[in-house]
T-cell receptor, first 114, second 111 residues
Framework: EADIYQTPRYLVIGTGKKITLECSQTMGHDKMYWYQQDPGMELHLIHYSYGVNSTEKGDLSSESTVSRIRTEHFPLTLESARPSHTSQYLCASSSISGRHNEQFFGPGTRLTVL | QKEVEQDPGPLSVPEGAIVSLNCTYSNSAFQYFMWYRQYSRKGPELLMY????GNKEDGRFTAQVDKSSKYISLFIRDSQPSDSATYLCAPSGAGSYQLTFGKGTKLSVIP
């Protein structure tokens, strides 16, 4: 079944740790996205990729980095986690042929940095 | 002014009520107007979308766009407890691969 997966679903970690949030999709989509969502706030785009070896920063400045070595995989890394990074991180993907850019979302990773 | 404004609610209605959810936007370049539904602790899922102005109906849901007033609406008829979720409007420009999300309106349908 075609889907988009995120691991871990929940992560509680101490300040200064390096973390990687995983995102994989089995739909063969070219475009992938990372959003940050705080309670009661908009989804903010922090990174996107239009294909392998293509990554761009989104509208919201983020200290995280991403890579796109394989079409299906789009991990997000924080080199040194801080309490200000506490948030929900959502990964999404879409097809380059979709006119209206329907984005399919994963279940999210809820990150808490102590 | 934010590109997309949406009242976050919360909105609480009795089962069977007609629900009206709304957004306003400022970017005239928006051509596609999407509504996403997000259940608690889940990722958003596309509910429906419309292109340009007009109405689109899908079962109990109707999406309406008025580009002249930059106003987007989602109507839910015969609301059910399973409709309890946060509804996010997300317009997009033609040829753009990016969506601009509203804050979302949290809806609770009480049995």
């Amino acid at each position: 079944e075609a889907d988009i997966y995120q691991t871990p679903r929940y992560l509680v970690i101490g300040t200064g740790k390096k973390i990687t949030l995983e995102c994989s999709q089995t739909m063969g989509h070219d475009k992938m996205y990372w959003y940050q969502q705080d309670p009661g706030m908009e989804l903010h785009l922090i990174h996107y990729s239009y294909g392998v070896n293509s990554t761009e920063k989104g509208d919201l400045s983020s200290e995280s980095t991403v890579s796109r070595i394989r079409t299906e995989h789009f991990p997000l890394t924080l080199e040194s986690a801080r309490p200000s990074h506490t948030s929900q991180y959502l990964c999404a993907s879409s097809s380059i042929s979709g006119r209206h850019n329907e984005q399919f979302f994963g279940p999210g990773t809820r990150l808490t940095v102590l | 002014q934010k590109e997309v404004e949406q009242d976050p609610g919360p909105l609480s209605v009795p089962e069977g009520a007609i629900v009206s959810l709304n957004c306003t936007y400022s970017n005239s370049a928006f051509q596609y107007f999407m509504w996403y539904r997000q259940y608690s602790r889940k990722g958003p899922e596309l509910l429906m979308y419309t292109y340009s102005s007009g109405n689109k109906e899908d079962g109990r849901f109707t999406a309406q766009v008025d580009k002249s007033s930059k106003y987007i609406s989602l109507f839910i008829r015969d609301s059910q407890p399973s409709d309890s979720a946060t509804y996010l409007c997300a317009p997009s420009g033609a040829g753009s691969y990016q969506l601009t999300f509203g804050k979302g309106t949290k809806l609770s349908v009480i049995p």
